[in-house]
């Protein structure tokens, strides 16, 4: 049997323990899953996922990731009945402590175009010992010529724009796209101050 991390063995707050209890083993629900379209959702089905790596290039195994995406055709979603009726939630929650390798995952569909935007997923992380949650997007490296449009992507310093980029990889026919969070460092993500 796994025993499950308590308050006394790090320094919280406990963004993943409990805003994703469910996915930790608690007896909890979650409000929210790391699945964002069912397989009913129009458009490509993709999997997002990845790792955090904290300062000193350590894979981060309790960070929370909140993920607000538009579905395929660059709509977010606006009620519950849409929500029903295309099986595309727009919203999903993800801890990084249960995968064997401290990943991320979400399964959901690649984002269309929003009004001028390049297809992106926006992103807010938390993690322990962090009281101020960051901001940041994804963007696709498929999407070249939409991404050199963007204007949030192109405010980005040239030599930092890549740090945005998920990286497409189709294995088993099923397309993944690989994005690593970086905290400092050489490769650290781009956060945007909102």
């Known amino acids: 049997m796994k025993l499950k991390q308590t308050p006394s063995q790090t320094v ?11 996915q930790y083993s608690y007896d909890f629900p979650n409000a929210f899953t790391p699945d964002i379209a069912g397989d ?4 490509e089905h993709i999997m ?5 790596f904290d300062g000193a290039g350590k894979v981060v195994n309790d960070a929370l990731l909140e993920i607000f995406q538009a579905d395929a055709d660059g709509r977010y979603a606006e009620s519950a009945a849409q929500i029903g009726a295309s099986g595309f939630t727009g919203f999903g929650r993800v801890g990084t402590g249960t995968d064997p390798d401290s990943r991320y995952i979400v399964q959901t569909v690649k984002p269309g175009a929003t009004d001028g935007a390049a297809p992106h997923v926006d992103v807010i992380l938390t993690m322990r010992g962090m009281l101020n949650h960051l901001f940041t997007r994804i963007y696709f490296d498929d999407e070249t010529a939409a991404n050199a449009e963007d204007p949030v992507l192109q405010s980005v ?12 990889q189709v294995l088993d026919g099923r397309v993944i796209y690989h994005f690593d969070f970086y905290m ?8 945007f101050d909102l």
């Open 157 to 168: 310093p040239a030599e930092r724009r890549n740090t945005l980029l998920a990286r497409r």
């Open 184 to 191: 400092q460092g050489a490769q650290e993500t781009v956060f």
């Open 12 to 22: 919280g707050p406990f963004f993943a323990y409990g805003l994703t209890p469910k």
């Open 48 to 52: 997002l996922a990845g790792r955090v």
């Open 40 to 43: 009913q959702a129009r458009g």
